[in-house]
């Protein structure tokens, strides 16, 4: 079975700080692709990053980056330079398969200025 | 428009109605999703649609019907809904579904219906 946990409800960061939320996940296939998405208060998902199990190099997408570590199966979204907008739910999500996503709970990151 | 959109934005039902979700995408992408987010849950898949077949249903009850007449639209047709049902439900769309292996083909989002069963 695919699991991803995310195990940081809520998180605060002050503005221009660089913050790290937290994702680890399961699963038995040696394939498999994981994303991160930011959920404003207005419910759109919007996909930030895509690491690959295959993947050499970690992930970067302007001030996001991934710290992909496979043997630990953790895949952690770092946010450098936060900014008031970033304030938002962030979901990690596990792809194995076919393209269906198992998404964690989420964290709730607050940037205070 | 571009990307995916979803009307109404906020539906609100009695328990003996009949009413439908829209989604739509504007991307050429072939594969369609709906997803149910209720409060302090991970999103749950629903359905997904790959060039106009439903290849999944994750055990959704039957009072959930889905639609997707051609490879741009998805309906989600609801009745005699239970106040548990009171949800976001979230469509999204993506290039292809199948074995992806560890390739791309995000998933777009729309904004999602605030759906509320009184």
């Known amino acids: 079975a695919q699991k991803i946990t995310q195990t940081q409800p809520g998180m605060f960061v002050q503005e221009k700080e660089a913050v790290t939320l937290d994702c680890t996940y399961d699963?038995?296939?040696?394939?498999?692709?994981l994303f991160w998405y930011k959920q404003p208060s207005s419910g759109e998902m919007i996909f930030l990053i895509y690491?690959?199990?295959?993947?050499?190099q970690n992930a970067t997408e302007g001030r996001y980056s991934l710290n992909f570590q496979k043997a630990r199966k953790s895949a952690n979204l770092v946010i450098s330079a936060s900014q008031l907008g970033d304030s938002a739910m962030y979901f990690c999500a596990l792809r194995t398969g076919a393209n269906n996503l198992f998404f964690g709970t989420g964290t709730r990151l607050t940037v205070i200025p | 428009e571009t990307g995916v959109t979803q009307t109404p934005r906020h539906l609100v039902m009695g328990m003996t109605n009949k009413k439908s979700l829209k989604c739509e995408q504007h991307?050429?992408?072939?594969?369609m999703y709906w997803y149910k987010q209720s409060a302090k849950k991970p999103l749950e898949l629903m359905f997904v649609y790959s060039l106009e077949e439903r290849v999944e249903n994750n055990s959704v009850p039957s009072r959930f019907s889905p639609e997707c007449p051609n490879s741009s639209h998805l309906f989600l047709h609801l009745h005699t809904l239970q106040p548990e049902d009171s949800a976001l439900y979230l469509c999204?769309?993506?290039?292809?579904?199948?074995?992806?292996?560890?390739?791309?083909?995000?998933?777009?989002f729309g904004p999602g219906t605030r759906l509320t069963v009184l």
């Open positions: 699963t038995s296939d040696p394939s498999y692709g």
């Open positions: 690491q690959g199990s295959y993947d050499q």
């Open positions: 999204a769309s993506s290039q292809d579904w199948g074995l992806m292996g560890s390739s791309y083909n995000e998933q777009f």
């Open positions: 991307l050429g992408h072939n594969a």
